[in-house]
């Protein structure tokens, strides 16, 4: 990949937030990027996905304020954000501060805050830094706020906040496995269930390395081409009589090609072999 900025630290994330506010953060918390072994354009679609967490963090030093007022900054950009917590909003957030300030919404904001953020996974690169931010600080608000909510659930806090703040039409996929992610595994998760399962990739006791290449092509959630193909799924789906594709299987492919038009038919039968592919590669690592 690119050169990563290896020095970022929860130590060096605190100092900034102390330089930023001019007093210190009551923690820091973190949570780290991800990649999709296999599963793509499935977890939009209740299917099933095996994403693995990766060796890149965010971090968030957070602080609560008394005063109503949410702040957040970032080593990204000069900008500071700041609104009223019963302010939070499509219309009022827009950017990266849509990001920490939607989860904050999605938890049911309590009091104002203060938050800096710092990373090494690259943006835009297709490793989830929007979700690592979203978990970082969903992690650190329950905690503060002691909501109470489990990973799972705060894999769900983080999805909503990114359809309804972010305005993203994204599946659970990327906060699920920044949250749930284990050394040395994947997590298969079934998206319509949210169940999860935590499956050994045995690099280690092989003495290999998964290597992630960046390929220089940029990612983004809100708009373009994941949006149309989302689009595309769920025409797809209504036009075949189904709530979602998970619903069919490679016997209903004939009938798909007569339904559908091309652009579409090559959406549905993506999808629907893809969840086959995730299946035959679970019970491969598991049969090792």
Known sequence: MTALRNEVSAEGTAREFAARYGYSATGVWSAPGRVNLIGEHTDYNEGFVLPFAINRRTYAAVALRKDG???????????????RFDGISRDSVAGWSAYPLGVAWALGAKSGFDIYIDSDVPVGAGLSSSAAIECAVSVALNELWSTGFDRRELARIGQRAENEIVGAPTGIMDQSASLLGELDHAVFLDCRTLETQAEA?????????????????EHR?????????REAC??????????????????????????LDELTYRRVKHVITENQRVLETVKTLREQ
């Open 69 to 83: 007022i949410c702040r957040v900054s970032s080593s990204f950009t000069d900008e500071s954000v700041q609104v």
């Open 201 to 217: 990739l045995g690099f280690a006791a092989a003495e290999l390395e998964l290597v992630i290449i960046d390929t220089k092509v």
């Open 221 to 229: 959630h809100a708009d373009g081409g994941y949006k149309s193909r």
């Open 234 to 259: 769920e025409r797809g789906a209504a036009s075949l009589g189904v709530s979602s594709l998970r619903d069919l299987g490679v016997d209903d492919l004939p009938r798909a090609a007569e339904v």
